[in-house]
């Protein structure tokens, strides 16, 4: 190469040193890495760790003049380890919902009863009868496997299921209603979690929507007239997630059904939770029941599987039997039908019905929900020191009695007593930023803890702590204890 002396000096090639990709695999520290992630992506991660180190000298080079530049195996690595960390963050990761929301839908909603788990667990690992008759051999219906469960549980005529709620709605939609109008009250335009509305919906299953009525008050009459040629169905949407008080009005269903009827349509009803029992058998609020709400004279009723049912996420329509079998030959039914491990853990869970007496002790939501508030307030007792001394002096910690929620959309005003830790920065400056800086901490815990902010302090509501998940939360903290402060 030629050497100008007019060329300054930094634009002269410098030996930049970097290790081999090789030698950077084949180091003892890289190992664990592998493990983990796998030889073809920390070969890509080394690489990319490699460029990133290189061009970093290059510009320190050009800086500093001329020196010799190097970089060293274990910087590689700890770059390397920060972009696979980078990489894989978003896996699917097990969590502690303190949030007090017990059906949270962010956080995976119904967790499964033992008995469901099982089954999938077989299903998963053996052949089975997803749609091969036992009887004669020949071919059989998915569906048949759980109809009459489900019939039995809700008084239906027939059933069959979807992937959740809003396949169900879509499906059943797209069934009655494609190139028609349906009929539905303002009040009950639903927004579910951003992405499930009802107007949308309604226009991707090709009906046409028939507002009617204002937001707080529909009329019988105002059904009756909006009635015409092209009516396919009236609808009712459960008002899952909001509530409408005041000087307000709207249609029962079996009034909705009678108008109905009285023109020949069809009524269907998403029932968004749907539950199966009354709750208040067990000391909850009163929800109606998807029983309750064919025998007001709904055709279709559509709900979802992992709300307050307790089971797999998964939509059930049921009703009327020639309804349920125009469903059942749409199209996209078959592209909205579920796997057999779904399949497996909605019988599962299902058949927990036929012994209400067990079903507070087997059904998991149902466990969760009915947990009295003393119970909750000896286990805060019992983690609140545990929890001062992970968090150390720079946070109080203090037993608080709170109040969860159902979640899910599922009776939106109540709330259950409940009992847990609320934590404040223990001085009284910057209260946001320690707050934030708490929530990061618990969210960095090998299994993340989410828990609420609400009034300046963090509230972590045991409700859904049961007693055999309290060992490994009481271990992490353990292990992490004063890195916080
Ligand atoms: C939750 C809900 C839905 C959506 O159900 P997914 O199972 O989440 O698809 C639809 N409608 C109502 C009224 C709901 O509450």
Same mark, same amino acid.
């Given at each position: 190469?030629?050497?100008?002396?007019?060329?300054?000096?930094?634009?002269?090639?410098?030996?930049?040193?970097?290790?081999? #990709?090789?030698? #950077?695999?084949?180091?003892?520290?890289?190992?664990?890495?592998?493990?983990?992630?796998?030889?073809?992506?920390?070969?890509?991660?080394?690489? %990319?760790?490699?460029?990133?180190?290189?061009?970093?000298?290059? %510009?320190?080079?050009?800086?500093?003049?001329?020196?010799?530049?190097?970089?060293?195996?274990?910087?590689?690595? /700890?770059?390397?380890?920060?972009?696979?960390? %980078?990489?894989?963050?978003?896996?699917?990761?097990?969590?502690?919902?303190?949030?007090?929301?017990?059906? =949270?839908?962010?956080?995976?909603?119904?967790?499964?009863?033992?008995?469901?788990?099982?089954? +999938?667990?077989?299903? @998963?690992?053996?052949?089975?009868?997803?749609?091969?008759?036992? $009887? $004669?051999?020949?071919?059989?219906?998915? $569906?048949?496997?759980?109809?009459?469960?489900?019939?039995?549980?809700?008084?239906?005529?027939?059933?069959?299921?979807?992937?959740?709620?809003?396949?169900?709605?879509?499906?059943?939609?797209?069934?009655?209603?494609?190139?028609?109008?349906?009929?539905?009250?303002?009040?009950?335009?639903?927004?579910?979690?951003?992405?499930?509305?009802?107007?949308?919906?309604?226009?991707?299953?090709?009906?046409?929507?028939?507002?009617?009525?204002?937001?707080?008050?529909?009329?019988?009459?105002?059904?009756? *007239?909006?009635?015409?040629?092209?009516?396919?169905?009236?609808?009712?949407? =459960?008002?899952?997630?909001?509530?409408?008080?005041?000087?307000?009005?709207?249609?029962?269903?079996?009034?909705?059904?009678?108008?109905?009827?009285?023109?020949?349509?069809?009524?269907?009803?998403?029932?968004?939770?749907?539950?199966?029992? $009354?709750?208040?058998?067990?000391?909850?609020?009163?929800?109606?029941?998807?029983?309750?709400? +064919?025998?007001?004279?709904?055709?279709?009723?559509?709900?979802?599987?992992?709300?307050?049912?307790?089971? !797999?996420?998964?939509?059930?329509? +049921?009703?009327?039997?020639?309804?349920?079998?125009?469903?059942?030959? =749409?199209?996209?039914?078959?592209?909205?039908?579920?796997?057999?491990?779904?399949?497996?853990?909605?019988?599962?869970?299902?058949?927990?019905?036929?012994?209400?007496?067990?079903?507070?002790?087997?059904?998991?939501?149902?466990?969760?929900?009915?947990?009295?508030?003393?119970? @909750?307030?000896?286990?805060?007792?019992?983690?609140?020191? *545990?929890? %001062?001394?992970?968090?150390?002096?720079?946070?109080?910690?203090?037993? /608080?009695?709170?109040?969860?929620?159902?979640?899910?959309?599922?009776?939106?005003?109540?709330?259950?007593?409940?009992?847990?830790?609320?934590?404040?920065?223990?001085?009284?400056?910057?209260?946001?930023?320690?707050?934030?800086?708490?929530?990061?901490?618990?969210?960095?815990?090998?299994? !993340?803890?989410?828990?609420?902010?609400?009034?300046?302090?963090?509230?972590?509501?045991?409700?859904?702590?049961?007693?055999?998940?309290?060992?490994?939360?009481?271990? *992490?903290?353990?292990?992490?204890?004063?890195?916080?402060?």
């Amino acid at each position: 190469m030629q050497h100008d002396a007019a060329t300054p000096a930094r634009s002269l090639p410098v030996p930049l040193r970097l290790p081999a #990709v090789d030698k #950077v695999l084949q180091d003892a520290a890289m190992q664990s890495l592998r493990q983990s992630h796998g030889l073809d992506a920390c070969t890509r991660a080394v690489r %990319q760790a490699l460029a990133e180190l290189r061009e970093q000298l290059r %510009q320190q080079v050009q800086k500093a003049d001329r020196c010799l530049a190097t970089v060293d195996v274990s910087q590689v690595i /700890a770059q390397a380890q920060v972009l696979l960390e %980078q990489r894989f963050a978003s896996r699917l990761r097990p969590v502690f919902n303190l949030t007090g929301t017990v059906l =949270h839908t962010n956080l995976g909603r119904a967790l499964l009863p033992q008995a469901a788990v099982a089954s +999938v667990v077989q299903a @998963m690992t053996a052949a089975a009868n997803l749609e091969y008759d036992l $009887d $004669d051999g020949g071919r059989g219906d998915r $569906d048949d496997l759980i109809e009459a469960l489900i019939c039995d549980l809700t008084g239906a005529e027939a059933a069959t299921v979807v992937n959740n709620n809003a396949a169900a709605v879509l499906l059943s939609l797209a069934t009655l209603a494609a190139g028609k109008e349906v009929i539905v009250s303002r009040g009950e335009l639903v927004e579910i979690g951003g992405a499930f509305r009802i107007p949308d919906v309604m226009r991707h299953a090709g009906a046409s929507l028939v507002e009617i009525g204002t937001t707080n008050r529909t009329h019988e009459r105002d059904y009756a *007239q909006a009635i015409g040629e092209q009516t396919a169905a009236l609808m009712k949407v =459960h008002c899952s997630n909001y509530a409408i008080t005041g000087f307000t009005k709207s249609v029962g269903d079996a009034d909705v059904a009678r108008i109905a009827h009285g023109a020949g349509l069809d009524m269907i009803v998403d029932l968004g939770s749907g539950t199966l029992v $009354d709750l208040r058998e067990w000391g909850l609020p009163y929800e109606v029941t998807v029983r309750e709400t +064919v025998e007001a004279g709904a055709d279709l009723v559509t709900f979802s599987g992992d709300k307050l049912l307790g089971g !797999p996420q998964a939509g059930l329509i +049921v009703g009327r039997k020639d309804l349920i079998a125009r469903i059942k030959k =749409h199209p996209l039914k078959r592209a909205l039908r579920v796997g057999k491990l779904t399949l497996a853990a909605l019988d599962s869970t299902l058949r927990l019905y036929l012994h209400p007496e067990q079903l507070a002790r087997q059904l998991t939501t149902l466990r969760l929900f009915t947990r009295t508030r003393a119970d @909750m307030q000896a286990q805060a007792r019992e983690l609140q020191p *545990q929890m %001062q001394q992970a968090l150390g002096p720079g946070f109080v910690v203090q037993v /608080a009695d709170m109040s969860s929620q159902i979640g899910s959309g599922a009776l939106p005003v109540e709330s259950l007593p409940s009992a847990g830790l609320r934590i404040e920065p223990a001085s009284a400056g910057a209260v946001p930023g320690r707050l934030s800086q708490l929530e990061a901490w618990l969210r960095a815990l090998p299994r !993340p803890v989410i828990g609420r902010l609400h009034d300046n302090a963090l509230w972590l509501d045991l409700r859904c702590l049961e007693a055999s998940d309290q060992p490994d939360f009481v271990k *992490q903290l353990q292990a992490r204890g004063q890195t916080a402060a």
